[in-house]
């Protein structure tokens, strides 16, 4: 960048410059933040139908009891 002075013009369009510059990056990041939000969305209903389909299977299977050990008597 040179030292020599700016005219007003040229400095108001440096300025929209990056203002528009600015803009496109707010656009960007929205976009990547309404991306990443429809992603954990997705693996959330995913793994809410995982845990849905498993508490239905384990319903309809009850656990069947632990068999108790016997304790050795000792004398």
């Known amino acids: 960048m040179s030292d020599e002075p700016k005219s007003p013009a040229e400095l108001k369009e440096i300025r929209l410059s990056r203002k528009r510059a600015q803009d496109a990056e707010g ?8 991306a990443a939000d429809v992603a954990i969305r997705k693996r959330t209903a995913d793994l809410r139908a995982l845990r849905l389909a498993k508490e239905a299977a384990d319903r309809d299977k009850p ?3 632990k068999a108790r050990l016997k304790k050795k008597k000792t004398t």
Request: aromatic content about 0%; hydrophobic content about 65%.
């Open 27 to 34: 656009i960007k990041a929205m976009a990547d933040i309404a």
């Open 63 to 65: 656990a069947e009891p």
